[in-house]
């Protein structure tokens, strides 16, 4: 069983950044890892997906070019760095993990473990 606990959100100005963490226990080895957020009244949608070896990601077109992916394997922690945060980037944000092994996908429905999720509030 995996266990993820998200936390570094906050409310922050236009054009601030921030840094998400998420503290992964259980067996991670192996494990693709992702972000995705939900706005109010919206369907949760894929931010960033991270390969075990942090070698391969991706990027929502969304957020690509201002939003970084990043993990520590040793720290079973994987990260997501928000630069030039727009309004529209408001929303609680999950963190994913899956089964060893799996490709890397945007879907949610590949992921197995879900975390409780952490606010992000951009204003203007």
């Known amino acids: 069983q995996v266990q993820l606990v998200e936390s570094g959100g906050g409310r922050v100005q236009v054009g601030d950044s921030l840094t998400l963490s998420c503290a992964a226990s259980?067996?991670?080895?192996?494990?693709?890892m992702a972000w995705f957020r939900q706005a109010p009244g919206e369907e949760r949608s894929f931010v960033a997906f991270?390969?075990?070896?942090?070698?391969?990601?991706g990027y929502a077109d969304s957020v690509r070019g201002r939003f970084t992916i990043s993990r520590n394997n040793t720290k079973n922690t994987v990260y997501l760095r928000m630069d030039n945060l727009k309004p529209e980037d408001t929303a609680v944000y999950y963190c994913?993990?899956?089964?060893?092994?799996?490709?890397?996908?945007?879907?949610?429905?590949?992921?197995?473990?879900w975390g409780q999720g952490t606010q992000v509030t951009v204003s203007s």
């Open positions: 991270i390969d075990w070896t942090g070698a391969g990601e």
């Open positions: 259980g067996r991670t080895f192996g494990s693709a």
């Open positions: 994913a993990a899956a089964t060893p092994m799996k490709v890397l996908s945007p879907k949610l429905s590949e992921y197995d473990y």
